[in-house]
């Protein structure tokens, strides 16, 4: 071994023993100065202190921290001169453990680099008027180096901390925040560049309140935060920035950036944090009471990538917040409906206008690009935006395209479709009431293409329809509208005037005015309109929320105006042609005006209206007939409830006034003995044929007269209904082969007591006579047969001599 190598060998044992030797003398002073070394730490923690510190006791550990010495302070206090009013203690730790730098010892200073707090409490407190326990801390100017105190005034420098079991608090209560988090560990180093200074740090607590505002909530409430960090301060513009690629809070990675101004004037803070997936239900239990408690009815099954920016003073106020999120392929649950396949970029912050502050009020969520199926139809949303989370309105573009059918699990027992396609392109506002679409006012198109479909409640099938409803402003215009039902088709334009106001609020006023063109309709094929016991309940208020159950509501309750051109009309047996007619639909039934038709040679012309009804239907009507064809006119009309006279038994061409009141059944047939109201007739060229009830007359009195064909010149009359029974105004018929006076009643199930005063002279005979005065006496010469037909007690009609025919049976 070279000479040199045992001598630097000597060089450096001597120098350890030195050392050790000196540390051994200074563990034996600090032994025997106890009082005194505790003295100058605790007058160098209350260096710059405006309060008091108290150290309750002090041990010397050695070798925890060689060649350093380190102090273990028991039962440390720190209060501030007001403690005795507010009892908030700034500083109250079991254990403190400090690193003390052995030679500044040996010089008689104190220089402290390493800190370790176990078992406290930690309470920044300031009261409603202003005073914070920080009021500990001296404040004063920095001081300048380089003077020949330096050494004595140079700021305390730690190198190391250390928290265990700390509950850290910051409690303002005349700006209403609170933040208290319980340090299960907080581990850092320090280093102290010309710049301020850097330290790494790992982090893990318990967050027991971040409430930048107590009366929304705390966001990050019960959640655990754990990460490592960087942080660095700037003395030059005094900013703190810390930074973290794996800040976890609540089981969620997380990606950090956050910066605090805290140099002079300044009480600023933007933390931003960024996820690329966590749960909705992760997400929103991060956020204050005020929003979270809104966004927890709503939910994904899918994790969606958050940013989030929460930025603004500790000086006061609600922080601004800056939320965006990108959403794919989740099914998205709603109080209203769930969207499957949902997918969407979604922006949230609390400061929609700008200078109207951070607040609920002053807050917008704007959704971009959604897509997504609801109840089975697609649809997209390019932009939609919900602003004032107090009194939530949402607006939006929407569209969609989509195979009818797809209607049918929407529409429930309302509406079937089994064909066509439906296109929309709509824009739309709505206030949102328990987080549903609460009276949207919606302006854009809606187009159906080639569709069958059935409303259920009305029993109407139609097929190859289509139509364009657009919705302005303020009306409803539907255009190119073809409806095909059975035979009948329908070629229509309409116009609903203030639609969307009187949907919501008064359907019953709804007027929905119409021009009907049709080159054929069958009215049998829409008596389901009739149908008042098949239409489906309607809801228990006039808003449920349910769009359907409104839907088939504003169907019920709106009516319709309808201006009708028609070139053939038919109704069972009935045809007419140039069909013209004003008619209303409402809830309450049907109302036909100025409706005219040609019909069996003649014309007709009608007024009426029919009264929905439970089990019938009442109606009432006047009608004017011209000229029309007898025979047709009886069959077409289904003799009009007769049954003892019918088409088969009469010919000629028929004018008559009417005007009736009666009941239909649901299948349009008349309800027996249910028409009342009064007939006028003229009958010119007309015949009765094979009419049995003279024909059993002239049994009696004519039994060698052919009655089978009674040729009738012309003959007025007026008939007056009851239910059964019509009453026959005295009547004069004069016929080919007889004449006849018939007054009484003719019962169609009982009541029949008709009188009929019957001359034997053959009517040929006067067939030369024109003079009117000649005919009238000639009609009654010769035998008279006054014939009474009545029924007997059995409700048989028997045919007899009226014993006192001068008397008005």
């Known amino acids: 071994m070279p000479n040199w190598f045992k001598t630097t060998l000597k060089i450096i044992a001597a120098l350890a023993v030195v050392i050790i030797v000196l540390l051994l003398g200074v563990l034996l002073y600090i032994n025997s ?21 108290i150290i309750g006791n002090m041990n010397t550990v050695f070798f925890k921290d060689f060649p350093n010495i380190s102090l273990s302070l028991h039962n440390v206090l720190l209060r501030d001169k007001q403690w005795a009013k507010h009892h908030h203690t700034l500083l109250d730790a079991k254990d403190f453990d400090v690193s003390v730098n052995t030679a500044s010892l040996l010089k008689g200073t104190v220089s402290i680099n390493h ?10 407190y300031t009261d409603s008027n202003g005073y914070s326990n920080t009021a500990v801390f001296k404040k004063g100017n920095k001081k300048k180096t380089g003077g020949k105190d330096d050494a004595n005034n140079s700021a305390t420098e ?49 967050a027991k309140s971040m409430a930048f505002n107590t009366d929304n909530g705390s966001f990050i409430k019960g959640k655990q935060v754990e990460g490592d960090l960087v942080a660095g301060y700037n003395e030059d513009n005094g900013k703190i920035n810390i930074q973290s690629p794996n800040f976890n809070i609540g089981g969620t990675p997380f990606k950090l950036n956050a910066l605090f101004a805290v140099g002079k004037g300044q009480a600023t803070f933007d933390i931003r944090l960024a996820a690329d997936a966590i749960t909705w239900q ?54 209203g409906g769930n969207i499957d396949d949902c997918s969407f970029d979604g922006v949230f912050n609390n400061n929609f206008v700008k200078g109207q502050g951070n607040s609920d009020a002053n807050s917008i969520i704007k959704i971009y690009h959604l897509t997504g199926n609801y109840s089975h139809l697609p649809f997209t949303i390019d932009t939609g935006s919900i602003i004032n989370l107090e009194k939530p309105i949402a607006t939006g573009n ?14 429930g027992k309302t509406t079937k479709f089994t064909r066509g396609t439906a296109e929309m392109k709509l824009r739309y506002k709505a206030d949102i009431v328990d987080y549903r679409l609460n009276k949207p006012f919606i ?73 009907i063109n049709s080159p054929q309709l069958y009215l049998g094929e829409f008596l389901g309109f009739l149908n008042k016991g098949g239409r489906a309940a309607a809801p228990k208020s006039r808003n449920s929320g349910n769009i359907i159950d409104q839907l088939s509501n504003v169907l019920d309750r709106a009516h319709a105006e309808m201006h009708m051109q028609v070139a053939k009309l038919y109704y069972k047996k009935f045809l007419a042609t140039n069909a013209t007619a004003d008619v209303l639909l409402s809830e309450d039934g049907v109302v036909v005006k100025n409706m005219s038709v040609k019909h069996a040679g003649g014309s007709l012309k009608f007024n009426g209206q029919i009264n929905d009804g439970s089990r019938t239907n009442n109606f009432i009507m006047s009608a004017i007939v011209s000229n029309v064809d007898v025979h047709e006119f009886f069959y077409a009309f289904d003799n009009f409830g007769l049954t003892d006279i019918t088409s088969n038994n009469l010919k000629g061409i028929l004018s008559a006034q009417a005007q009736v009141k009666g009941g239909l059944t649901n299948n349009g047939s008349i309800v027996p003995r249910s028409i009342n109201g009064y007939v006028t007739l003229n009958l010119k060229n007309g015949a009765l044929i094979n009419y049995n009830p003279l024909k059993t007359v002239g049994k009696l009195a004519f039994p060698f007269r052919d009655l089978n064909n009674i040729v009738i010149p012309n003959l007025d009359a007026r008939f007056d209904l009851h239910g059964d029974n019509i009453t026959i105004n005295p009547m004069k018929l004069t016929s080919s082969i007889i004449n006849i006076d018939i007054a009484g009643t003719y019962g169609l199930t009982r009541g029949t007591n008709i009188a009929l005063d019957i001359p034997l002279r053959n009517p040929k005979k006067d067939s030369t006579i024109t003079d009117k005065d000649e005919l009238l006496k000639k009609r009654y010469k010769g035998i008279v047969l006054h014939i009474l037909a009545k029924d007997d007690e059995n409700g048989k009609v028997k045919i007899g001599w009226n014993k006192d025919h001068k008397k008005t049976p």
Do not use: C
């Open 33 to 53: 100065n106890k009082a005194k070394v505790q003295a100058l730490v605790t007058a160098e923690l209350n260096k710059n202190l405006d309060g008091q510190i």
């Open 115 to 124: 800190v370790d707090i176990s078992n406290a409490a930690i309470d920044f």
């Open 158 to 206: 730690i190198s190391r901390f250390n928290l265990h079991t700390v509950s850290f608090a910051v409690n303002n209560q005349m700006l209403n925040k609170l933040f208290h988090f319980d340090i299960n560990s907080l581990a850092g180093q320090m280093a102290y560049p010309d710049s301020g200074w850097h330290a790494k740090l790992h982090l893990d607590v318990d």
């Open 282 to 335: 992760g997400a929103s239990g991060l956020l204050a009471a005020n929003i979270s408690k809104k966004l927890a009815m709503f939910n994904m099954d899918k994790p969606l990538a958050v940013k989030a920016t929460i930025s603004g003073s500790f000086k006061g106020g609600d922080p601004y917040l800056n939320v965006e999120a990108k959403v794919r392929n989740t099914k998205l649950t709603t109080p």
């Open 398 to 411: 929407f569209r969609s395209k989509f195979p009818l059918s797809n209607l049918n699990y929407l529409m």
């Open 443 to 515: 302006q854009g198109l809606i187009n159906l293409r080639d569709a069958d479909v059935s409303y259920l409640p009305r029993k109407l099938n139609l097929t190859n329809t289509s139509m364009s409803l657009n919705f302005t402003s303020t009306d409803l215009i539907l255009n190119n509208i073809r409806l095909q039902s059975g035979k009948s088709i329908v070629m229509m334009e309409g116009r609903v005037k203030n639609f969307l106001n009187l949907y919501y609020d008064s359907p019953e006023k709804i007027l929905l005015a119409w021009q």
